[in-house]
């Protein structure tokens, strides 16, 4: 059967699902805890932000605003995030990790990264410095 593909397509394609299983398998080598995965996304956006309002914080996770409010209510007894007024809009908050929710994302990275170190490390010389090469290109790609 012949396809119209071009080269380049057939890469996209090729890079997409190793990119996907790999991630998949890299989100699968974090602790089991309590945590949801949406829940541990959650705390990793507000990691990464420092604060966002609750509705920043629905687009930023792609949920609507009542689904984030369960989730961030779950975290907030688990005193995992914190609520603050908002500095200019005294009708919003804003929502941050707290130091046990920030010590949450550390410790599931640090596995995330062990787990992958350790199959980095049954590559050969020349995989890693091939992969190194890769991640460069890839981190570029992902800024345009």
């Known amino acids: 059967m012949a396809t119209d593909r071009t080269p380049t397509t057939q890469l996209a394609t090729l890079l997409r699902d190793a990119i996907t299983r790999l ?3 890299v989100r699968q080598s974090r602790p089991i805890g309590e945590l949801t995965a949406t829940q541990y996304s ?5 990691e990464l932000a420092g604060a966002l ?3 920043e914080l629905a687009d930023t996770e792609r949920v609507q605003p009542p689904t984030m409010t369960r989730i961030v209510a779950k975290l907030e007894q688990r005193g995992l995030v914190q609520r603050n007024p908002h500095p200019t ?12 929710g920030r010590a949450i994302v550390a410790q599931h990275g640090q596995a995330r990264d062990e787990w992958l170190a350790q199959r980095l490390a049954e590559l050969s010389p020349e995989e890693r410095d ?4 890769a991640a460069e290109i890839l981190r570029r790609i992902a800024q345009s």
């Open 42 to 46: 959650v705390l990793t956006s507000l």
């Open 23 to 25: 991630n998949r398998r």
């Open 130 to 133: 091939t992969l190194q090469r």
């Open 89 to 100: 809009d005294g009708r919003q908050v804003i929502l941050s990790a707290t130091e046990a």
């Open 53 to 55: 309002t609750p509705t």
